[in-house]
């Protein structure tokens, strides 16, 4: 089955750049999607299709995906960014869809 | 608007079959390109996907607990029901359901239902 691996935890300082990634084999293939955890709340879609925004989702979030490495950018951190992300893909081998274990980012 | 929202047991006993209901509004079972998806994630841990059902009835199952679940609708409710069979301590979870759009990405989910599996 296919897997994708998340680094555990990611710290940015307020105001910096905080970058997560998402690995997997030929994973620039496939459409990345990502989503935002808060505590006690369920996730909602940050990115969509790589590097696609939903509607009310600020700027300072952008993606990219090539090769065996997706990446979620989070520019000008702020403290309401502290979260749990997650990325995930349609596995077509298996008709399931896959998540990654998540990324814990704290804004210091 | 679209809205979903699960309803179900919050404690059952092992061996028991658990049962979950996604009531769903703003947008029809009953036909387009998207479909229902029910993810858990256990406390602490990360989403799980779990199955799927599309507006043509299609249903897909995570491997590894396909012989567990069954997935249905009723459009006429505009419901998507989960059963999940034989539960233990370690399907204790928070329970989502999800939409999934055209790019299959979960775009709008409900606010998950914490079950306990306990005797």
């Known amino acids: 089955s296919y897997e994708l691996t998340q680094p555990l935890s990611v710290s940015v300082a307020l105001g910096q750049t905080a970058r997560i990634t998402c690995g997997g084999n030929n994973i620039g293939s496939k459409n990345v999607h990502w989503y935002q955890q808060k505590p006690g709340q369920a996730p909602v879609l940050v990115i969509y299709?790589?590097?696609n925004r939903p509607s009310g989702i600020p700027e300072r979030f952008s993606g990219s995906n090539s090769g065996n490495t997706a990446t979620l950018t989070i520019s000008r951190a702020q403290a309401g960014d502290e979260a749990d992300y997650y990325c995930?893909?349609?596995?077509?081998?298996?008709?399931?869809?896959?998540f990654g274990a998540g990324t814990k980012v704290t804004v210091l | 608007q679209v809205t979903l929202k699960e309803s179900g047991p919050v404690l059952v006993k092992p061996t028991e079959t658990l049962t979950l209901t996604c009531t769903v509004s703003g947008f029809p079972l009953s036909n387009g390109r998207v479909g229902v998806s029910w993810i858990r994630q256990p406390p602490g841990k990360a989403l799980e996907w779990l199955a799927h059902?599309?507006?043509?009835?299609?249903?897909s199952y995570s491997t590894s607990l396909k012989s567990r679940l069954t997935i249905s609708k009723d459009t006429s409710k505009s419901q998507v029901v989960l059963t999940m069979t034989n539960m233990d301590p370690v399907d204790t979870a928070t329970y989502y359901c999800?939409?999934?759009?055209?790019?299959?990405?979960?775009?709008?989910w409900g606010q998950g239902t914490l079950v306990t599996v306990s005797s």
């Open positions: 999800a939409r999934l759009d055209e790019w299959l990405a979960f775009d709008y």
């Open positions: 299709r790589d590097s």
């Open positions: 995930q893909v349609w596995d077509s081998s298996t008709a399931s869809y896959v």
């Open positions: 059902i599309f507006s043509n009835d299609e249903k």
